[in-house]
């Protein structure tokens, strides 16, 4: 079965630092990757995804992250972090195999505080 | 365009009741997916329909069911509610659904936050 952990709650970072975002998956073969957002009373938004190719992806809003297949990671990146991104980011996984459908697999979650 | 739209927003139910919501996916998406967000277990997988036929299912009690409309709209029933059924219940669309759609992004609703008492 697939997993995905977001090893850390919560991430502090001062407006205008770098921010960074963990996430590790377990799952067999080569997933889809992917980011969302989510803020206060609304939905999961989509920041970036990675399919193949250059393992740098860029997404929404300036955020990137970085694809490592040997240690299984998908880290979410922002040069310079901005107060009105502090949410709730979600790390999740896709079986790049028809029978998988849409099924997205979620990590926990981390919250993300920027303070000014 | 108009996005993913979930009905209603808010409820409260009684433990026993049922309760029924509703989405209505992004025009010419024909897959809906299910998911339920809890702060205990997170973001899980309840179920997907693809043209009016359930392609996957998570691990959830038979409790919970769903249907998908000729429409593409879809709605998901939960039968004799607990206190454990809580939750926020997003409602997810895309164009199409596994394979080489796999990397289809879903586009979420904004949630139906449901409160069981």
């Known amino acids: 079965a697939q997993s995905v952990a977001q090893p850390e709650d919560q991430v502090n970072v001062a407006e205008g630092n770098p921010l960074t975002v963990k996430c590790t998956y377990s799952v067999s073969g080569n997933p889809y990757l992917f980011w969302y957002v989510q803020y206060p009373n609304r939905g999961l938004q989509f920041l970036l995804k990675?399919?193949?190719?250059?393992?740098l992806v860029k997404g929404s809003y300036g955020f990137e992250a970085e694809f490592n297949k040997s240690q299984t990671s998908f880290h979410l990146k922002k040069p310079s972090a901005l107060v009105s991104d502090s949410a709730l980011y979600f790390c999740?996984?896709?079986?790049?195999?028809?029978?998988?459908?849409?099924?997205?697999?979620f990590g926990g979650g981390t919250r993300v505080l920027v303070k000014p | 365009k108009a996005g993913v739209t979930q009905t209603p927003r808010y409820l409260i139910k009684t433990r026993g009741q049922q309760v029924t919501l509703s989405c209505s996916p992004i025009?010419?998406?024909?897959?809906v997916s299910w998911y339920q967000q809890t702060p205990g277990q997170g973001l899980q997988f309840l179920f997907e329909y693809f043209s009016e036929t359930q392609r996957n299912k998570g691990n959830f009690p038979g409790r919970f069911s769903g249907r998908q409309f000729s429409n593409s709209r879809s709605e998901m029933n939960v039968s004799t509610l607990e206190l454990g059924d809580s939750a926020l219940y997003l409602c997810a669309s895309s164009l199409g659904t596994g394979g080489a759609s796999g990397a289809n992004v879903l586009t979420f609703g904004a949630g139906s936050r449901l409160t069981v008492l």
């Open positions: 990675y399919i193949t190719g250059d393992n």
């Open positions: 025009s010419g998406h024909r897959s």
């Open positions: 999740a996984v896709r079986l790049r195999i028809k029978a998988a459908g849409n099924k997205l697999t």
